[in-house]
């Protein structure tokens, strides 16, 4: 009894701090929620009774976003963010996302190996727990945390400001990955599609046109090269080097639109001439960027609607069973964050942090506190494997409510 007084106390005795501790709660929560209710609107417009969000136009409303929408966020963002002096200051912000993903992907395997999920789920089960939501919810957590009049970061607007600039400069890297990594990890099994019933699983997957295993590889391989044998004597050139690295180094596949659009944000974003010429309030191409803008603020609607409707024949719809939702749940909520908190201590004894800089280390532990990522479930609709995402991303931003708060609370206390 006399600790909880203490407590209570305690508490009082910080005069805000009690609305504080209130507040950060409602903060934790209240993005969660929203990010919920438009994937319920989703599901709402993917039912029979709506059925304006078909599968077709899910897959759609996916390439739009990934095309323009997620780009132009990017490239506004970042671009009006980042100076060249910042980008020399904050390099730990990116270090941040992929040592992040390295070790939430680590943790992924482990849980994976122990669970041992339903063919073909295994770098599924890695990737919904390795890859966290480092944008949009953090995004809106920053923008509702600063507009609390209590909140502990001090003015509003300078919150919000570096808030948002630091987190959309993290965003590039995340870009890379999400088009690299996870681009390839979600790639359909040698069946071709996720719709695999396990009974009948193959122990390895057929050859072309029936030939025995030991056969087929070994055929196609040969065949260009006796094709080519009178010309082995002709000499590399530039221009054969040039496009047979970008085969190799599969950069098509790299350069995406995010990517390029978080290139050229940098690039353009750290010489003060062409900053003040695209991205500075009345500018004479501020229009293009004030564009870009307004397109990237549909960007999360968006991809939360096309996400609730994979939804449409119910949470438990996936394939993956309660054993595995449950672990990635546990692990992506309970494992990773203080894995994540554990290597941002690291860093500022190390003394790879802006000094007296709260606001910089709230964001860097918020990156390793996030629910699977929104985009990474928008990867997986595009590679096949939609419905399964869109489940454990249903599950995962359900417990995150509590999950967050909890963590959100104890960050706030190690700061402060």
Known sequence: MATAERFLLA??????????????????????VKVFTMCALGLLMAS??????????????NGLVFTLLLPCLIFSQLGQAVTLQKMLDWWFI?????????????????????????????????????????????????????????NPFGDAEKCSTDGTAYISFGQWVGAIILYTY???????????????????VPLKSSPMNGALPEQAPLLVKEEGVTSTAGNTSKKWKIKDILPFLYEKLKLKQILQPPIIASILAMALGA????????????????????????????????????????????????????????AIIFARLLLVPPVGLGIVMLADKLGFLPPDDKMFRFVLLLQHSMPTSVLAGAVANLRGCGRDAA??????????????????????????
Request: a neutral charge; glycine letters at 10%; charged letters at 10%.
């Open 11 to 32: 508490l009082q005795s910080q005069g805000a701090g009690g609305e504080s501790l209130l507040g950060s709660i409602k903060i934790a929560v209240m993005p969660i």
């Open 48 to 61: 029979k009774y709506v059925n304006i969000l078909p599968t077709s136009g899910r897959k759609l409303l």
């Open 94 to 150: 990116p270090v941040n996302v992929v040592l992040g993903s390295i070790s939430g992907s680590l943790i992924g395997f482990l849980v994976a190996a122990i669970v041992r999920p339903p063919y073909p789920f295994f770098k599924f089960t890695i990737v919904q727990i390795g890859i966290g939501n480092i944008g949009n919810v953090p995004l809106v957590l920053i923008s509702a945390l600063c507009r609390d009049q209590s």
């Open 182 to 200: 996870v681009f390839n990890m979600l790639a359909p099994p040698p069946e071709g599609t996720f719709d695999v019933d396990n009974e009948s």
């Open 271 to 326: 010489v003060p001439f062409l900053k003040q010429l695209i991205f500075t309030p009345n500018a004479p191409l501020f229009f293009f960027t004030d564009s870009c803008t307004i397109l990237g603020e549909a960007m999360i609607p968006c991809i939360l609607l096309a996400l609730g409707g994979n939804l449409i024949d119910g949470p438990g719809s996936s394939k993956l069973g309660f054993r595995t939702t449950a």
């Open 391 to 416: 489940a454990v991303l249903f599950w995962v931003h359900i417990f995150a409510v509590f999950s967050m708060a909890g963590w959100i609370i104890l960050y706030l206390n190690i700061l402060f």
